[in-house]
């Protein structure tokens, strides 16, 4: 009986703890359905009780948002994809081979990882400047690839070596390269950690502001974290259109947190877990 | 004699194929690492170690006027004095921010998302129910959530905050949280341990299902109440993931950026800035490399002695099972 009561005492802190979690997006989801939230109603609305897509044919029609929307697509899926080549590529050869330098090559990637990538932005900007690349995708998506590499590679180094040599010493012993090895060895076993990474990568870009505001000058090459940005800055803010444009822009990482839930909340997919 | 050099000339032979296959091991492992090294090199590390050059200079963004070679004149700018409007005030305000952030923000998360994990973990029903709900805000977006919170926080009585507090009768006027110095850095703080107890969480629970479970066993056999057990067992053992999500959480503390900018970009008058919104807003608002190259040094600084710190306690604290 008092375990009962304990369960049940438990279950209404946590639901209080979702309560608290959930309710700002409530309050985002039911404005965004509000026509002209210029100013705020006299009542916070939790729930829904209209629903009026003004504001989301609003901001998908104006500014240019699909394109910016495309923008984005674009740059975070060539990010993600150069980003799990370049990642498990360099993770394999620090997992199984031996050079002059690899621990110390390997030391610098750590340390790395304990300062923010922004500290690095002002003189990136000037490298990128002199290579021509200000104001480019290659230059955006090789600032983002180049951002990921020490992380990544820690992260799938420690899951490669987890794989049984066994395995692959028969594909050597067989004349098999290395190259052989990797790919049709430790790429198809790696599938998990190779998701949870594509997953990280993919969220990371999908929302980076900073690299994207410094380096991306036209209008038209946009990606959509600035255009949210931008349409907060204006003075009369239409907080009805910016949480349609949020939604919007929330909806793919929505859409991957609830297909791969266990990828991120899982026993085991402890190093997978992101920290935003 | 003569079967000597034989012997030498055979162990010559295998050095040198072996000599062979490491050069040629190493090879093969450029051409796997090669491409990511460079990357790193020239966009993370070069980027890094200019910085520190760009710290010392007059730093130019035009290529026709050169940057000159100015002492450690950035540095005295942010830490001495220099008048009424110096930088220096502005500096030790956004330096203060970021301190008190962390020492506020880092005993909430930690605390608020270990407790959360030791009750789901202990339910019989709903835990990923609740895990997956309670993780929504970590991988909502900061630009998003960040607008959210200045959202709920405006100073009308119809907004979500002042709303609440008003039905329950805890203030007697809406609050204007964005225009004061310290309610301000309220909202800052409380969307820092609103979006971080998710992750403090789910570290916590990946942690608690790796403990080994024949321990509690043994010490329920021994007569243990559970909270004994979760004291003098769960909590020791714990001790090195905890070193570990709390230094996270001091480093997220000084990646406090976009929650800044877009709330109150450091408003009222700079009383809420903190070192990442002030050294962008130097860069790329006021174009003084030189000086914002000197505050990531600065930064850089603190952030390593932290982890070398972190790394030595976490090296005594090491418990294996």
């Known amino acids: 009986m008092k375990s009962k009561l304990n369960q049940i005492l438990k279950h209404l802190i946590l639901l209080f703890m979702v309560i608290l979690a959930l309710l700002p997006?409530?309050?985002?989801?039911?404005?965004?359905?509000?026509?002209?939230?210029?100013?705020?109603?006299?009542?916070?609305?939790?729930?829904?009780?209209?629903?009026?897509?003004?504001?989301?044919?609003?901001?998908?029609?104006?500014?240019?948002?699909?394109?910016?929307?495309?923008?984005?697509?674009?740059?975070?899926?060539?990010?993600?994809?150069?980003?799990?080549?370049?990642?498990?590529?360099?993770?394999?050869?620090?997992a199984r081979l031996n050079f002059p330098g690899k621990n110390i090559i390997f030391n610098i990637y750590i340390y790395s990882l304990m300062i923010p990538a922004i500290l690095a932005l002002v003189s990136q900007f000037t490298v990128l400047q002199r290579l021509n690349l200000v104001n480019t995708y290659a230059g955006l998506i090789v600032l983002y690839v180049s951002g990921?590499?020490?992380?990544?590679?820690?992260?799938?180094?420690?899951?490669?070596?987890?794989?049984?040599?066994?395995?692959?010493?028969?594909?050597?012993?067989?004349?098999?390269?290395?190259?052989?090895?990797?790919?049709?060895?430790?790429?198809?076993?790696?599938?998990?950690?190779?998701?949870?990474?594509?997953i990280g990568t993919f969220s990371g870009t999908w929302m980076e502001v900073f690299t994207a505001l410094t380096i991306i000058k036209t209008q038209s090459k946009r990606?959509?974290?600035?255009?949210?940005?931008?349409?907060?800055?204006?003075?009369?803010?239409?907080?009805?259109?910016?949480?349609?444009?949020?939604?919007?822009?929330?909806?793919?990482?929505?859409?991957i947190f609830i297909l791969f839930n266990k990828q991120f909340i899982n026993p085991g997919g402890s190093q997978g877990a992101i920290k935003g | 004699m003569e079967q000597y050099t034989t012997v030498s000339y055979k162990n010559k032979k295998i050095r040198k194929i072996k000599d062979k296959r490491k050069h040629k091991e190493a090879l093969q492992a450029w051409m796997f690492i090669g491409v990511g090294f460079i990357l790193f090199a020239v966009f993370m590390a070069y980027p890094l170690l200019k910085n520190i050059e760009m710290a010392f200079m007059d730093y130019s963004v035009n290529p026709n006027k050169p940057s000159t070679f100015i002492g450690l004149n950035n540095f005295k700018k942010a830490f001495l004095s220099s008048g009424v409007l110096g930088e220096s005030d502005k500096f030790y305000l956004a330096l203060r921010n970021t301190l008190l952030c962390a020492l506020v923000t880092v005993p909430f998360q930690w605390f608020i998302g270990m407790m959360l994990a030791v009750a789901i973990e202990s339910l019989s029903k709903g835990k990923m129910f609740y895990r997956f709900l309670l993780y929504i805000p970590v991988i909502s977006d900061w630009l998003v959530v960040a607008i959210l919170f200045k959202y709920i926080f405006q100073d009308t009585s119809g907004a979500l905050v002042n709303s609440i507090l008003l039905n329950l009768h805890i203030i007697k006027?809406?609050?204007?949280?964005?225009?004061?110095?310290?309610?301000?850095?309220?909202?800052?703080?409380?969307?820092?341990?609103?979006?971080?107890?998710?992750?403090?969480?789910?570290?916590?629970?990946?942690?608690?299902?790796?403990?080994?479970?024949?321990?509690?066993?043994?010490?329920?056999?021994?007569?243990?109440?559970?909270?004994?057990?979760?004291?003098?067992?769960?909590?020791?053992?714990?001790?090195?993931?905890?070193?570990?999500?709390?230094?996270?959480?001091?480093?997220?503390?000084?990646?406090?950026?976009?929650?800044?900018?877009?709330?109150?970009?450091?408003?009222?008058?700079?009383?809420?800035?903190?070192?990442?919104?002030?050294?962008?807003?130097?860069?790329?608002?006021?174009?003084?490399?030189?000086?914002?190259?000197?505050?990531?040094?600065?930064?850089?600084?603190?952030?390593?002695?932290?982890?070398?710190?972190?790394?030595?306690?976490?090296?005594?604290?090491?418990?294996?099972?």
């Open chain 1, 25 to 94: 997006f409530m309050n985002m989801i039911t404005t965004s359905l509000i026509p002209n939230a210029y100013v705020l109603p006299s009542e916070p609305q939790i729930i829904p009780k209209q629903f009026y897509f003004g504001n989301y044919v609003a901001v998908w029609e104006g500014e240019d948002f699909g394109r910016y929307f495309l923008n984005s697509v674009f740059v975070t899926c060539i990010t993600t994809v150069l980003t799990l080549i370049i990642a498990s590529m360099s993770a394999y050869g620090f």
């Open chain 1, 148 to 198: 990921g590499v020490a992380g990544n590679t820690f992260f799938l180094k420690g899951f490669f070596e987890t794989i049984p040599r066994a395995l692959e010493e028969s594909v050597i012993m067989d004349g098999g390269s290395r190259w052989t090895v990797y790919r049709h060895i430790i790429l198809p076993l790696s599938r998990p950690a190779l998701a949870t990474m594509a």
């Open chain 2, 173 to 321: 006027e809406p609050v204007m949280w964005l225009q004061n110095e310290w309610t301000a850095n309220i909202v800052i703080w409380s969307l820092c341990i609103w979006k971080g107890i998710g992750w403090v969480m789910i570290m916590y629970t990946t942690a608690l299902q790796d403990l080994p479970k024949d321990i509690y066993e043994a010490a329920e056999v021994d007569g243990a109440t559970k909270k004994q057990s979760f004291w003098k067992i769960t909590i020791p053992l714990l001790q090195s993931r905890t070193y570990f999500i709390i230094t996270s959480l001091i480093i997220g503390a000084f990646n406090v950026l976009l929650q800044v900018m877009l709330i109150t970009n450091g408003g009222p008058m700079g009383r809420t800035d903190v070192l990442l919104n002030y050294m962008y807003n130097k860069a790329f608002s006021s174009f003084d490399f030189g000086y914002a190259a000197a505050l990531s040094v600065i930064m850089g600084i603190i952030l390593i002695v932290i982890s070398v710190f972190q790394k030595k306690i976490t090296n005594n604290a090491k418990i294996e099972f």
């Open chain 1, 223 to 255: 990606t959509l974290p600035i255009a949210i940005k931008l349409l907060q800055n204006g003075k009369a803010t239409q907080w009805g259109i910016i949480f349609a444009a949020s939604i919007i822009v929330l909806i793919p990482i929505m859409t």
